[in-house]
């Protein structure tokens, strides 16, 4: 239950409830205060009394009363007193429309005396109630005499005037409760019913922002969340630069605030008028809201300062100014180098002009001097980096070619390009340990060989010798003699092992010296074919050889091509199948002079010409004929040792080689 | 005649027995020693005619051994080494080694080496040349008597075998390609490439030396041609 709850208030749709809630709640607080503030001249009053409308109407009847009962009194005494005809038609004019008012004065009650004749004047039914009691009863009552008056409603200062220094007394006052018929009984149920609405005003608006701000703070909460302690997902809107956001809000606000304030100054509250605001709020409401939403969620996410553009800014500055001014990948200071340069150059040459213009002729011969010299001196520095340059380029070509030991003098760069020189410089170095520390392991390997071998042959001479003199025993047992046969066999095979073994060491590894000289390629096969005439006969095969019309002189090492043909050849001998041909063709193309060796297996060759170069690998994998297995290995070294180019290929059973080596230039 | 002496010094005694066998076999009486320094005192104790002297031996190597013994005595030292290399063949020849042969070695084709260099040593100084007679080491051809010997052997040769080796014998140390040998051989032009001399030298190598995978006197010089080795 807790949970569900829980993934409830998290839901989306409680959080839209609570952005309409927010928005109604909004409207309702704005449109409440603004209620208030319209009222805010009733509302703020303890009494109706104390309205404007209300004292106004007071002293008006107030003024009439004494008007009519002090200075106009009746008919007679205008007649008698008038100065001029016009006066008294004045005077009897406003004294009939005060008579005329005085019906009206439902709920105003006073009460004149004069003192000295004892005279009284009131509109209270005095044989009833005590008028001057009555009165003094009354909330607003007045007293005003010559001299004072009691009251918190101001006189006027027609008032004081009739009554000024006269024996008059007023009473005056508004007998409560009010009775319909007048100007006090409307304005007083006016005055009732804007407290009324003040008061209700007032807790709608209480309520709404109450209910807007506890919406707004759950919605401050749950902002980013989809669920209690879950992550913090960002919104679209989210990735918009956070202090861009505020400007644009900020922008917003104020325009909207424009537009509500010129709506409603122009015009009085009318229905569309009040329509577009609360359009115009609502669309505030929710950028706003948005807004601070999109805050909270950076603020939980930390991301609030590093999302900003500033940052943004300045983070980039800092780290375009490290690169610029630490590193050393680019300098800026070459591109504020180009601009002053163009900079001095320019003004150089206005000055010129300006001398020229100026027919001031030393001085713009000294000009045009100061220009060139500075060109130049430009020229030079510019060409002197570019030498730099091209020497570091040509650097890094040759040590890529693999001359490890090209020199790379970085003393006489400029100080940009010297870095990188030394740079380039260190990476030769680094390689040259590298591949140094690959030649001694390679070295250190054919040593090893190279020892144990010597240590191998001493006790392998023995065996010989004595295998030798065993043979030369008279052995009785003829199975015996047959062991000692196979012993010697061994012993020899084992003792071609060793040999062949040193050797593949020493040519794989590079540690062959090879002597280039001319060598005739014909010369070469006839010799060795020579050397194998008998051994092809006893191996029963036809040997072809196909010539070329002209010589084909290689640049070689005559001892290392005579090991290649004799690894070959012997293996020709001992895999061919009997009765087969055997074709030697010598090419020459392509400045390579080549021998092909082509011969039938005797046995199938289930096996890749990769792997049958490898040492210790033979086609027939049985190990069982003579040979260690290497002579492939040794021919391929040997080949490449000399420039050349090695290549066996296999089709079915016929196997074929082909070495190749360049053709001898002469220089 | 007098039993001529051999010094036989290497630090492996099973070697040393062996080639005592072998030696005393061709009728040799024999000297035992296991390091140089027991080869140079068995030299002063003994009269010794020929020397098989290892290399890699403690107290003192082979090769410190062959410069004093040349400091006073031109007997012939045949150096029998594990090391096979062209450079340590090179350095015991011209410390004043005659001869240099790797190990494991053929006992026979060692003793062969022996008596060839005995012969020369005991006898061929004594030996007065007559005219037309080339000589190159122990290989003599008697153009009078059209004879080839080495180490005072008579060699058999055939017709155009004989007449190979006058060729080269008459330029020694010249190379000379398989055409030109036909051409001057034969006498007739050569059209096309062929194996026959290869092969005749080839045979000649058989008869006239000790180990023909490693001629001393006829050599191959590899895709150039042939040349007898002028000593």
Same mark, same amino acid.
């Given at each position: ?37 319209? *009222? ?16 106004? *109407? ?237 805050? =909270? ?92 340059? =091209? ?277 | ?231």
């Amino acid at each position: 239950m807790d949970i569900k709850s829980r993934n409830i208030s998290y839901s989306s749709g409680v959080k839209l409830l609570a952005i309409i809630i927010v928005w109604l709640g909004f409207l309702g607080t704005i449109g409440g205060c603004l209620f208030l503030l319209q *009222n805010h001249g009733i509302a703020s009053l303890s009494s109706y009394t104390e309205t404007y409308s209300f004292q106004s *109407n007071f002293s008006r009847l107030l003024y009439n009363t004494v008007e009519y009962h002090v200075a106009l009194k009746s008919e007679d005494n205008i007649k008698d007193s008038a100065e001029d005809p016009q006066t008294e038609a004045e005077n009897l004019q406003r004294l009939h429309r005060i008579e005329n008012r005085f019906p009206t004065m439902v709920n105003f009650v006073y009460y004149v005396q004069n003192t000295e004749t004892g005279e009284t004047w009131t509109n209270i039914n005095s044989e009833t109630t005590d008028p001057i009691q009555f009165i003094q009863k009354q909330p607003a009552a007045a007293f005003f005499n010559g001299w004072t008056s009691d009251s918190s409603i101001p006189i006027t200062e027609n008032v004081a005037d009739m009554l000024a220094g006269g024996p008059i007394e007023i009473y005056a006052a508004v007998a409560e409760p009010l009775q319909p018929g007048d100007v006090f009984y409307d304005d007083y149920m006016d005055y009732t019913q804007a407290q009324s609405d003040t008061n209700l005003a007032s807790i709608l608006t209480i309520l709404s922002f109450f209910l807007m701000a506890a919406a707004f703070i759950y919605l401050i909460y749950v902002a980013g969340r989809r669920e209690a302690d879950g992550e913090i997902v960002p919104a679209l809107i989210d990735r918009m630069y956070s202090d861009v956001h505020t400007i644009l809000v900020f922008i917003a606000a104020f325009l909207s605030l424009l537009m509500v304030g010129s709506l409603s100054f122009n015009t009085s509250a009318d229905l569309p008028i009040l329509i577009a605001i609360a359009v115009i709020l609502s669309l505030d409401i929710f950028i706003g809201l948005s807004y601070v939403l999109s805050m =909270a969620r950076q603020i939980k996410t930390g991301q609030i300062i590093t999302n900003t553009l500033i940052y943004k800014v300045i983070a980039g500055t800092n780290a375009f100014m490290r690169l610029a001014f630490q590193g050393k990948v680019f300098k800026i200071w070459i591109l504020l180098f180009l601009l002053g340069y163009a900079l001095i150059n320019g003004l150089l040459f206005m000055v010129c002009r300006e001398v020229y213009y100026g027919h001031v002729n030393g001085l713009y011969v000294l000009s045009i001097l100061i220009l060139l010299g500075f060109d130049a001196g430009m020229l030079y520095l510019t060409a002197k980096s570019l030498a730099a340059l =091209a020497k570091i380029m040509e650097a890094a070509k040759q040590i890529s070619a693999g001359n490890l030991d090209y020199p790379l003098d970085s003393s006489l760069m400029p100080v940009s390009f010297a870095s990188f020189a030394e740079d380039i410089s260190s990476l030769q170095g680094g390689l040259k340990h590298a591949v140094d520390i690959a030649l001694k392991g390679e070295r250190m390997k054919t040593d090893l060989i190279t020892n144990v071998s010597h240590d191998l042959k001493t006790p392998l001479t023995s065996i010989v010798n004595y295998v030798d003199l065993l043979q030369k025993e008279n052995l009785e047992n003829e199975t015996a003699a047959e062991y000692v046969n196979i012993l010697e066999e061994k012993a020899y095979r084992m003792k071609q092992l060793i040999e062949d073994l040193v050797e593949a060491s020493k040519a794989s590894s590079g540690n062959l010296a090879a002597a280039g000289e001319k060598v005739n390629l014909q010369e070469l096969i006839m010799q060795a074919c020579g050397e194998y005439a008998e051994k092809i006969q006893q191996a029963q095969l036809d040997l072809h050889v196909q010539n070329t019309d002209e010589a084909v002189v290689i640049w070689a090492d005559g001892k290392h091509m005579w090991r290649i043909a004799e690894n070959l050849l012997s293996n020709v001998i001992k895999y061919s199948m009997p009765h087969s041909r055997v074709y030697i063709d010598i090419a020459s193309d392509n400045g390579y002079g080549s021998f092909t060796i082509k011969n039938m297996s005797a046995f199938p060759l289930n096996i890749s010409p990769e792997q049958l170069t490898e040492r210790f690998v033979r086609g027939d994998e049985s190990r069982s004929t003579d040979g260690s297995g290497l002579g492939l290995s040794i021919a391929q070294s040997l080949t490449g040792l000399q420039g050349g180019e090695f290549q066996l290929e296999i089709d079915g059973d016929l196997f074929k080689v082909t070495v190749a080596l360049p053709l001898w230039a002469e220089e | 005649m007098e039993k001529l002496n051999v010094l036989v010094c290497d630090d492996d005694t099973a070697i040393v027995d062996a080639l005592e066998i072998y030696l005393k076999q061709e009728g040799y009486g024999v000297t035992k020693a296991y390091t140089g320094s027991q080869a140079l005192q068995a030299l002063t104790e003994h009269e010794i005619h020929l020397i098989l002297l290892d290399i890699m031996m403690p107290e003192m190597d082979g090769l410190s051994a062959t410069i004093r013994i040349r400091e006073d005595r031109n007997i012939p030292i045949i150096i029998i080494s594990a090391k096979s290399e062209d450079t340590d063949k090179i350095a015991g020849l011209n410390f004043g080694a005659d001869d240099y042969v790797t190990k494991p070695f053929n006992p026979l084709e060692l003793m062969a080496r022996v008596k060839s260099q005995m012969r020369r040593y005991t006898a061929l100084g004594s030996i007065a040349l007559k005219n037309g007679i080339l000589k190159t080491g122990g290989l003599e051809l008697d153009r009078e008597g059209k004879e080839v010997r080495v180490d005072g052997e008579i060699i058999r040769l055939t017709p155009i075998e004989y007449g190979i080796v006058v060729f080269l014998m008459e330029h020694l140390g010249h190379v000379f390609s398989i055409a030109q040998i036909y051409e001057q051989v034969w006498n007739e032009p050569s059209y096309s490439a062929e194996n026959t001399v290869a092969v005749h030298i080839r045979r000649i190598r058989e008869k006239i030396e000790i180990n023909p995978g490693e001629p001393k006197y006829l050599k191959v010089v590899w895709g150039i041609g042939y040349k007898i080795e002028k000593y």
